[in-house]
């Protein structure tokens, strides 16, 4: 089956640690995307990548980090540095580079708490 | 860059009746409108989309609407169901911001 795949599901940061979440898709989509969703909010963007090699700070990158090594991934780091990282995190792909009109296809999540 | 408004952020219908979310936008320029239905737990589902060549977009119980003049699109549900129970969101996409920016989302629950 395509789809995108996300894991841990859940994941525990303590104090001070960088935590890394996984995000994998065999569409052979183009673009990737990290969202932050937070209880009553929409999705804000972390960051995106239009193709392997490059990606884009979104609107609230700070206290993240990303890589496109590869086309099918997209991992995505939260550093120390992001002070609130409790958070529902969402990973989307679409078969465009991003400004064209194509849907976005999301993940199931991956729910991070700190200890 | 764009900004989406979503309204209401609660809805609660009895079943069989309809439900109606709207969204406005700021970017005049925006081309594509997309709705999600989130479950508890899980991802964002496209549910239905539209692009602004088109005023209207139906599939089977589910329509978009858009008024490009007055910046604002609405989903419509009819004869709703348990299981259309969810979160939905509306999202644009602007051309000069050129991302998806998202409403903040609508809880609709369908009493039996």
């Known amino acids: 089956d395509g789809g995108i795949t996300q894991s841990p599901k859940y994941l525990f940061r303590k104090e001070g640690q960088n935590v890394t979440l996984s995000c994998e898709q065999n569409?052979?989509?183009?673009?990737m995307y990290w969202y932050r969703q937070d209880p009553g909010q929409g999705l804000r963007l972390i960051y995106y990548?239009?193709?392997?090699?490059?990606?884009q700070k979104g609107d609230i990158a700070e206290g993240y980090s990303v890589s496109r090594e590869k086309k099918e991934s997209f991992p995505l780091t939260v550093t120390s540095a992001q002070k609130n990282p409790t958070a529902f995190y969402l990973c989307?792909?679409?078969?465009?580079?991003?400004?064209?009109?194509?849907?976005?296809?999301f993940g199931d999540g991956t729910r991070l708490s700190i200890l | 860059g764009e900004n989406v408004e979503q309204h209401p952020s609660t809805l609660s219908v009895q079943e069989g009746d309809s439900a109606v979310i709207k969204c406005t936008y700021s970017?005049?320029?925006?081309?594509?409108f997309p709705w999600y239905k989130q479950e508890l737990g899980k991802g964002p589902q496209l549910i239905i989309d539209i692009r602004s060549n088109v005023g209207e977009k139906k599939d089977q119980r589910i329509a978009v609407t858009l008024n490009k003049t007055a910046k604002h699109f609405s989903l419509h549900i009819t004869e709703t169901q348990p299981e259309d129970s969810a979160v939905y969101f509306c999202a644009a996409k602007g051309f000069r911001y050129g991302k998806l920016t998202f409403g903040q989302g609508t809880i609709l629950t369908v009493h039996p």
């Open positions: 970017d005049s320029a925006s081309n594509y």
């Open positions: 569409l052979n989509h183009d673009a």
């Open positions: 989307a792909s679409s078969p465009d580079r991003v400004n064209g009109n194509q849907p976005q296809h």
């Open positions: 990548s239009q193709i392997v090699n490059d990606f």
